[in-house]
């Protein structure tokens, strides 16, 4: 209730995964979150093992599984899908569920590569995540999200035109507002939509020559190209400097944290 009508935060009822829940929790979350109009959170399918278990177990993919206790039954995001096959896609598909693609993860984790082209070819709504930076991954970089889901998709498909640049920045962008049910909101430039956007250089090396933009700014420009960033009408970030919190504090909070979880190790 507290962020229910925030305009920027999009609270969420996020159960981990099939094999981390009862089957009472996955159904409940849902219920929550229809009882909200929140959207529910969910990895899926991620691991070869996650899916080996489920077959074993109840014989049925973990798609397939969720679909059963109803948990696509709303506004659902699955993050990652690696290990699902044409049945499953068709349910995703026919629930209306997005799909978060996390390529860097997923490459870290040895967990294999999502068929994202075929999905996206069902018309299945995809876009891109980092999936945190705690063990998943190192960074929230979604400049390296363009860039590895596109060259994943060609490396695995033998196919140099699979997953273009267009689609990559679109994943990143609109893609990913779809995935959210968030597309009349975010996503693109347009009259009554928040004023969200980034200011990049293209004055540096790794910017030179510029021969088409899209293509620079998947394959080419970094995260540390960025200048300014705007969200929601508000400036956040002007000439590489956050405006609106102290990066000294948060960067000492961290380290005290680090400090935390190295003792809690030993």
Known sequence: MRFRNDPLVVAAVAPHALYTNSDATLKAS??????????????LAET???????LAKRHM???????????????TVAAHCVWVNEAD??????RGVGVAHCPSSNMKLASGVAPVVRMLALGINVGLGPDGPAGSNNDFNMFEEMDLA??????????????????????????????????????????????????????????????????QMVYALKADDVRDVMVNGRPVVRDAKILTLDEKAILAKAEEYRAKVSASLK
């Open 61 to 75: 993919t973990p798609t397939k599984v969720l679909d059963s206790l109803g948990v696509f039954a709303g506004r």
């Open 89 to 94: 896609m068709a349910i995703l598909k026919a």
């Open 150 to 215: 596109a060259k994943l998709a060609k490396v695995t498909s033998l196919d140099p035109q699979v997953l273009p640049a267009t689609t990559a920045l679109e994943m990143a962008t609109i893609g990913g507002a779809r995935v959210l049910g968030m597309e009349k909101e975010i996503g693109s430039l347009e009259n009554g939509k928040r004023a969200d956007l980034i200011m990049v250089r293209l004055d540096r090396p790794n910017a030179v020559p510029l021969y088409g933009a899209i293509s």
């Open 48 to 54: 070869k093992k996650e899916r080996d278990d489920a």
């Open 30 to 43: 849902r219920a929550l979150a229809n009882k909200y109009n929140a959207p529910l959170i969910i990895h």
